[in-house]
Structures are given as structure tokens and as C-alpha cells.
């Protein structure tokens, strides 16, 4: 999803809801609600390829990334800007200098 796709949802929000997440599959008595928007001065690698045959796909401060590792194939790597939400305090404050909004 991109921001201007999440900007184009939430014109139908109440501005007073409250924002929750759910991973994929869980039930709905496990939703987070969001407390923390990290949005980094830099961009972020996205890499996708297959390890061992299954593909694999990630996101994460450029700093983050090592050497790929030689049992990953078909490796595709791009920059890209990303926003991160979170459900509380994460390492971010660690690897990278975020622009930090909590509520």
C-alpha cells in the first residue's frame, strides 16, 4: 500500500477512531492499535529472491543489510521510502533516525 492509497481509505474515517491492526489471519480479538508512525529520512531496501527454494521478500534500513547470503537466489534489491506503523516503542530508534509522531 502507498500513502496516497492509505490518505484516499481513511477520507472516510471519523477523525476520533481509533486506528487498529490486525497480522494476516488472526483473529479479531487480536488487533494492536497503533501508537507510534516512524517515517526514516532515508530510504529502505526491499529484496525479494528465493532462499532454499521459497520465496522470500523484505524490508529494511539499508544499514541492516549484510552480505545476501549464498543459499539466496534470484535476488532483486531496490531503495524505496518507506512509513512504519507500530503498535509501540520498536529498535527503530537504534538503526536508523526516524521522524518519530506517538500519540
Same mark, same amino acid.
Given at each position: 500500500?502507498?500513502v496516497?492509497?492509505l490518505?484516499?481509505a481513511?477520507? $472516510? $474515517?471519523h477523525?476520533?477512531?481509533?486506528?487498529?491492526f490486525? /497480522?494476516?489471519?488472526a483473529?479479531?480479538? /487480536?488487533?494492536d492499535?497503533?501508537s507510534?508512525?516512524?517515517?526514516?529520512?532515508?530510504?529502505? +531496501?526491499h /529484496?525479494?529472491g528465493?532462499?532454499? @527454494?521459497?520465496r522470500?521478500?523484505?524490508r +529494511?534500513p539499508?544499514?541492516e543489510r @549484510?552480505?545476501? /547470503? +549464498?543459499?539466496?537466489?534470484?535476488v532483486v534489491?531496490?531503495?524505496?521510502l518507506?512509513?512504519?506503523l507500530?503498535?509501540g516503542?520498536?529498535n527503530l530508534r537504534y538503526?536508523?533516525?526516524p521522524?518519530i509522531?506517538t500519540?
Amino acid at each position: 500500500m502507498r500513502v496516497h492509497e492509505l490518505i484516499e481509505a481513511l477520507k $472516510a $474515517a471519523h477523525p476520533d477512531s481509533v486506528v487498529l491492526f490486525l /497480522e494476516t489471519y488472526a483473529d479479531v480479538a /487480536e488487533s494492536d492499535e497503533i501508537s507510534h508512525v516512524h517515517i526514516p529520512e532515508k530510504s529502505w +531496501l526491499h /529484496e525479494t529472491g528465493f532462499n532454499f @527454494g521459497q520465496r522470500y521478500e523484505l524490508r +529494511l534500513p539499508i544499514a541492516e543489510r @549484510g552480505d545476501v /547470503e +549464498l543459499e539466496r537466489t534470484d535476488v532483486v534489491q531496490r531503495f524505496e521510502l518507506v512509513v512504519v506503523l507500530s503498535n509501540g516503542p520498536t529498535n527503530l530508534r537504534y538503526v536508523c533516525r526516524p521522524v518519530i509522531l506517538t500519540d
